[in-house]
């Protein structure tokens, strides 16, 4: 990969619709870039020479999309997927920034296991890859990780993962040791005993393929817990990947009573729902499970209001054999980095969302909740940016993902809008 821009090949995108969910800009403009760096933004050309220029007319700029919630499987199950694997994907997804839950092999519960991690990722270059420290030690819920170190080492928040806690003072101490340090604590909000192991969403559907279910209960008991706690100690707790209505009201009473909670949702729960499993689709296998047509429309209406404020991918890639085996014991997840854009703007191209709202969603508020410095179109800015051709009428293959997981129900699927370039401080690292 080349160096960053310097001011000998600088970069002019011109007559693009600039899309900043920083500044609420949403005009035709011109961009420009200098040492990496976005070094002019306005509706006229500027009056400096740029040694390079893009036509972006008739296609959308906005900040490179920062994903909350993606495993990329390294280390532990390289198997799957690697770091080199997975940034390849984010970058043809117009991702430059991705954040990793803990629950890697080891747990990223130390600062050793941060540095591995980051030194990976230097090494694939080409994309920003933020990391949650575990909560716990070794995620096993018993005792408190050093938080305190985890931050320092770089993690930009603390999660337990999917992984319950021993018992509820040991949630209450996690939320006071983050507050102390300023951290955010990222909940996955579902309770492990009303989950019971199950695989599919409690209703006629599972009834009816004998599934093990999932209750409601389970996403609303836990989001009601912690809220509890945020309320007790004023620890930041951002709840991930949502899949209920009765989950979202709840967020959405917090932050009306000014508790500082945030939320997101996985991309294919603002679309498939329950019934999507019939036939035993083992594509469709996600935790949290899909839930009623019900619950969909009342994420999306979440979406749409800012209750919930950023769309993931929760990206989970797996080779064919986890998903060949009789459902229930198949492994849940979608390969999804390459198919939240496209789903979002899906959103927008059935009125849900404007285009700036899409921005927001996957870009600026993203990175608000993760505290880093990405998400607008700010001079001075880092220029990781994705241009986009929102026209582009394309069908998915799942053999042509460039993740290594090709697990994806969206095979077939006929989507509008397509990456066009992404950019990375400035250079281009997918260009389709």
């Not at 920083?22 to 870039?33: H, N, V």
């Not at 920034?97 to 990976?120: C, E, F, N, Q």
């Amino acid at each position: 990969m080349s160096k960053t821009a310097t001011n000998a090949d600088s970069l002019l995108i011109e007559s693009a619709r600039l899309l900043d969910p920083a500044s609420g800009l949403d005009a035709t403009g011109f961009l420009g870039i200098r040492d990496g760096k976005i070094a002019y933004v306005g509706k006229t050309r500027p009056k400096d020479k740029y040694a390079k220029s893009i036509d972006a007319k008739g296609l959308w700029l906005m900040p490179g999309l920062v994903d909350l919630a993606a495993r990329f499987r390294e280390p532990g199950l390289t198997t799957k997927a690697t770091i080199v694997t997975e940034t390849r994907a984010a970058q043809a997804g117009g991702i430059t920034a991705v954040v990793l839950p803990p629950d890697t092999s080891p747990v990223i519960d130390s600062p050793a296991v941060v540095d591995r991690i980051r030194g990976k990722a230097l090494a694939a270059g080409g994309l920003d890859i933020h990391m949650l420290g575990a909560l716990t030690k070794g995620l096993a819920g018993e005792a408190l990780a050093e938080m305190s170190s985890l931050k320092q080492a770089g993690c930009i928040g603390v999660s337990n993962a999917a992984f319950g806690l021993r018992d509820s003072l040991m949630g209450r101490r996690a939320l006071e040791y983050a507050q102390g340090l300023g951290l955010t604590v990222h909940v996955f909000p579902q309770n492990p005993a009303l989950a019971n192991g199950g695989c599919a969403h409690e209703g006629p559907v599972a009834t009816r393929l004998g599934l093990l279910p999932i209750p409601e209960a389970a996403e609303v008991s836990a989001i009601r817990f912690w809220i509890t706690l945020v309320e007790d100690t004023g620890a930041s707790v951002h709840f991930g990947r949502l899949s209920t209505a009765r989950g979202a009201a709840l967020v959405e009473a917090a932050q009306k009573r000014g508790l500082p909670v945030t939320a997101d949702v996985a991309a294919h729960q603002l679309f498939l729902i329950d019934t999507d499993v019939e036939g035993f689709n083992a594509m469709c296998h996600v935790i949290p499970p899909l839930r009623s047509a019900d619950d969909r429309d009342a994420l999306r209406a979440a979406v749409k209001r800012g209750v919930i404020g950023a769309i993931c991918s929760d990206h989970q890639p797996h080779e064919a054999d986890a998903k060949t085996n009789p459902f229930p014991l198949t492994e849940p997840g979608i390969s999804g980095l390459e198919t939240l854009l496209p789903l979002t703007l899906r959103l927008v191209h059935e009125k849900i969302l404007t285009p700036l709202q899409a921005a927001e969603r996957l870009s600026g508020t993203p990175a608000k909740i993760a505290g880093i410095a990405a998400g607008t179109l700010s001079v001075g800015q880092s220029a990781d940016l994705v241009l986009i051709n929102p026209n582009t009428r394309w069908t998915l293959q799942a053999d042509a993902l460039l993740s290594n997981g090709h697990n994806t129900p969206f095979a077939g699927s006929a989507f509008t809008g397509q990456v066009q370039k992404t950019l990375y401080r400035g250079r281009t690292v997918y260009n389709q």
